[in-house]
């Protein structure tokens, strides 16, 4: 295996040349640069991580911490993130951490503490004052997406609007018994996200004269978990509604999935709207407010390099791109 000795052998310079060129630990001429890059392609020699972080006080790595994995919209985050790194010669450590768990104390206290990062993406985290603290005495920058952090750049949703613009979309058509599903259970912790998208729904429905029908289903924002949910309010058909926004898409499928099993037909009998774009989405005709989570692992990642190589001031609030798309889980009501 070929080592900084043959590379500057090959090239025709010293050790210390060598290593100076390919680290970026020094000056070095742009001739002598590209001879040394050429011998090293040529031999197939890689500097060590730790030889360039020596040089350059860099790790070139970049800490991810997510709540979760398992989920279409963090995982697709994951991927936009990674995508943007490996041109630019980084790498990533993922940190999954649940809000509540003993992952999340050892986040904070043990890994995060290490700093064998240049900088941390944060994914719907929900500090404390305390984990505020905790982020900013790591003095590393950090990027935020979806919920805004004091104190930090963030790229998000508007929750609030969104959920406002498909709750009119269903008042539009005619509807005035619109349930609320996916909000959080008393049981889980706060999820601000969630209960933004509630405020969306009701200031909807207050602007519309309908603050005696608002109604909010509590749910997990999991498929099997709002299947179970709407099977129960879904089952009397005196106080059914006529119309459910969801906390998100999983959950309306979950509403679409039981109302079917029950016999109740989907849009003629209940409307159904989503937020996320989730790629199963289509599968079920579901009409509902696009996000682009892959885009915006790209663009956090974008921000956060910026701030790392100190090329420009960071935008402290940026709010991801989102669209409606009209399909065919949403129709007048009967009665109209």
Known sequence: MSGIADV??????????????LTGGGYVSDGTRRRVADAAASLGYVPSTSAVSLATGRTRTIALIVPKVNRWYFGSIVEGVERSLIPQGYDVTLYVAEPGSRDRESLYSTYLARKRFDGIIAVALEP???DLERLANIGKPVVSIGNALTGVPTLGLDNVAITRIITQHLIALGHTDIAFVGSTPPTDAP??????RSIGYRNAMNDHGLAIRIRNVPSTLTITDAYAAAASFLAEPASRPTGVVAACDEVAIGVIIAARRMGISVPTELSVVGIDGHDYAEMFSLTTIEQFPQAQGVEATRLLLTMIEQTSEPVWRTVADTRLVVRASTAPPRSA
């Open 128 to 130: 404390d004052d305390a």
């Open 8 to 21: 500057a052998r090959l090239a025709g310079v010293s050790k210390s040349t060598a290593s100076r060129a």
């Open 191 to 196: 999820a601000k996200d969630v209960d933004e």
